[in-house]
């Protein structure tokens, strides 16, 4: 039965586990990537990380500490001296796990894990990325306004227009009277002219 699991055993007991994971820890601060399963990734991630955040402090203590978990005197130096550095300004997160397929012979899901510091071409391609904008939706509100202040203002002309076109309408309807008396004079000249016609007939 699973009762009380909190992680995974790897198949190990812990003695076999512990010697794993800490072969593996060294190996990746050695080379900075390994290849390896996905659930030993997501376990060897929980082991190593805590190991970098104490070389962010060097001090006589903490390379006692992390030297008990690793039993390797090159991956001490090499932790504390130059991957402390690398990782001094990054409050954690300090691997990247890269899933690759499935391993052939046993169709095991493998992967590479990895130093985020330590991959140039990521860390190239995420200050492209920096350079450019990001869209955010208060931005979007804060444009909205800022665009509708403007046409805010050019509709106020307009309403201007709008005033001026009562007076426009009384100048025509003052014009109108005149137009109806020139009209005036010639609807009796069309009437008497359909009564000549109708006594001529």
Not at 165 to 177: I, L, N, Q, T
């Amino acid at each position: 039965m699973r009762h009380g699991k909190k992680f995974n055993h790897l198949g190990r007991t812990a003695s076999h586990r512990a010697a794993l994971l800490s072969n593996m820890a060294s190996s990746l601060i050695l080379h900075k990537r390994i290849q390896t399963t996905v659930a030993k990734a997501k376990e060897l991630r929980k082991y190593v990380e805590p190991m970098i955040t104490k070389s962010k402090t060097d001090s006589t203590n903490n390379r006692r500490v992390v030297f008990s978990y690793l039993q390797n005197k090159d991956a001490i130096k090499e932790l504390f001296s130059i991957v402390s550095e690398k990782v001094a300004n990054r409050p954690g997160g300090y691997t990247r796990i890269i899933k690759l397929g499935n391993r052939l012979g046993d169709n095991a899901e493998i992967c590479f894990i990895e130093l985020v510091d330590f991959n140039e071409t990521m860390l190239a391609a995420s200050a492209e990325k920096a350079g450019k904008t990001r869209r955010s939706r208060r931005g979007g509100a804060a444009k909205a306004t800022e665009a509708a202040a403007p046409v805010a203002a050019a509709e106020a002309p307009s309403a201007e227009v709008v005033e001026e076109a009562p007076a426009a309408e009384v100048v025509a309807e003052e014009a109108a009277p005149e137009v109806a008396e020139e009209a005036a004079p010639e609807a009796p000249a069309t009437e008497e002219s359909t009564e000549e016609k109708g006594e001529d007939a």
